[in-house]
């Protein structure tokens, strides 16, 4: 009998100990993940030097710690521990829990929570900077025929700041255990200064989101970005902005789209935590562009990410979009307006592009947490 278990246990350490090998084989574990996984590649395919054996060896550690067999499993393991048991974030630097299941980004992400605590303030000179070249860039593109837009997407924060978890509501910061006074946002003190500077249109969205909340979700709960039935707002009030200068552009029109209410879907915040399908949204949208009125990508560059949509009016505007992930949704609704739109996965000017283009409008869209990024347009 004590042999026997004797061997039953060597025989679960054998199988304990060959696990990883045998999971990194089959793939028996592996879960759908957002992680960006470094590869193992050796310089120049081959091992020819020291100098390589050493990097090789450095770039085989950092890509086994990310990728050894079973690690999945124990991920996903690690997360349903947390969000069913412990009722927490599994990763809470990058994924916040809120309430009635709302998840919001976490500081890992451009210190977007203290953004919003008002713990990393935007100084009025520094706003101040940032307008100033927003206005050079706005006079350098007048001389090439085009006119700029800013706009700024917001993060879920500011619409829906009443399901944020209660220490960020109430003004208590976690790690100091200190109550704070409520500040500006960033987001606050460059709207304020950017009306001073009405020659470049900057578009602030959250009253208006705000207000389009009472009547549908604005944002998806488990994801970063604004629902459809958001962007859809967020195009019109680009469109309704841009027409103040080129009237001939037909106004965003309901009746244009057809709108289905959605359940189930899992965001990308969800999918952070490796429980995609776990944790899913109470109500998503989807909304298209009924047939007359769609238009679909003539032109795709996976490498730079740019698109290109051919309009159906030859007479309307030329756009040229800079934007980034919160711009994707908006391409189902953006290109219809104008004669011709250039898509390009990027928050920066490509003034390269610009001179091809040559586009009568160029729309700069950029995330809240990421205005900053503004002064490097």
Not at 179 to 193: A, C, F, M
Request: include cysteine; charge should be positive; aromatic fraction near 10%.
């Amino acid at each position: 009998m004590k042999n026997l278990k004797n061997k039953s246990l060597i025989t679960c350490f054998c199988f304990l100990i060959y696990l990883p090998i045998i999971d990194q084989l089959l793939g028996i574990s592996s879960f759908r993940t957002m992680e960006n996984r470094p590869s193992f590649v050796a310089e120049n395919g081959a091992i020819h030097s020291m100098r390589t054996l050493k990097k090789a060896v450095r770039q085989f550690d950092v890509y086994y710690k990310t990728n050894f067999g079973i690690r999945d499993g124990l991920v996903f393991l690690h997360s349903v521990l947390h969000y069913y048991v412990l009722n927490d974030s599994p990763i809470p630097q990058q994924v916040i829990f809120g309430k009635q299941g709302w998840l919001y980004v976490g500081d890992h992400y451009n210190r977007v929570m203290q953004q919003h605590q008002g713990l990393w303030p935007l100084s009025v000179d520094s706003a101040q900077a940032i307008a100033q070249h927003l206005v050079a860039v706005q006079q350098k593109l007048a001389g090439k025929g085009a006119q700029l837009y800013i706009l700024i997407a917001p993060d879920s924060h500011s619409i829906y700041p009443e399901y944020l978890p209660d220490y960020v509501a109430s003004g208590y910061h976690a790690q100091t255990k200190e109550h704070y006074q409520w500040t500006e946002t960033p987001h606050d003190v460059l709207s304020q200064v950017m009306q001073k500077h009405l020659s470049v249109p900057f578009l602030d969205l959250r009253d208006t989101l705000c207000r389009a909340k009472q009547k549908a979700v604005i944002y998806r709960q488990t994801d970063t970005h604004w629902s459809n039935y958001g962007a859809l707002i967020g195009t019109a009030s680009i469109i309704n902005r841009i027409r103040q200068t080129f009237p001939s552009i037909r106004p965003v029109q309901w009746n244009d789209y057809d709108m289905q209410v959605m359940r189930g879907g899992s965001g990308d915040l969800a999918a952070l935590m490796m429980l995609q399908g776990q944790v899913k949204d109470q109500i998503f949208y989807s909304i298209v562009s009924k047939p007359a009125f769609r238009t679909v990508a003539a032109q795709q560059s996976a490498e730079r990410q740019t698109s290109v949509f051919q309009g159906k009016n030859a007479g309307q505007p030329s756009m040229l979009l800079f934007g980034d992930s919160f711009s994707e949704s908006m391409l189902v609704y953006l290109p219809g307006y104008f004669s011709r739109t250039c898509a390009v996965r990027q928050p920066a000017l490509d003034w390269q592009r610009i001179d091809q283009e040559k586009p009568d409008i160029v729309i700069v869209e950029i995330v809240e947490r990421n205005l900053r990024d503004l002064r490097k347009l």
